[in-house]
């Protein structure tokens, strides 16, 4: 489990609160800019105040709602790491997954490895790679005791797996999954 549900979802709450409450005063500011424009009330001369309100009281709505689209779907990333067979992932690789630019995959990254939202990895900004590892209660295990080397049911390819992920067969493209097979 690399993404770490528990942050995300405390995070996601979060948002859901203060989304309620900036989204309240933004609502006050938009009736507030509307009163004054229509020149409800003699309002008329408080223009400048209430768009400057409206802008002010815009920029915390503007941030919630960007941490909620960076967060939405941090899910997959599980299987992308999960995905990965030599204990680094580079940005290339995840780019080609998530089906962005490398430049967009290290940026969505970032963000959510500076939010604490993954767990048992590191990424390396300067070098734009995730180093992958199970962290056990004495320390990190060693890689290989977290590979399997599964035979392709199509092929008969040998195939690495990080152990309970999968990975596409390298001979004829098969995804390969590290399951028990259910007889
Ligand atoms: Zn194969």
Redesign the pocket.
Known sequence: MYVNNAAVMIKRIRNLILLRLFGGFFAFAVLLFLMTVFDIQGLRYGIGYSTAFLIISFIPVFFILRSRKKLSGVEKYDSFFKADHDGVITMDTLAKMLGVTPEKAAKDVDWLYRKGCFQQLTFDRSTGTITVSDKTKTGFRNYEETFVVKV??????R?RLRKGGGDR??????Y?KDIEEVR
């Open positions: 392709c049911p199509t092929c008969g390819a195939v067969c390298a001979s004829c493209g098969y390969v």
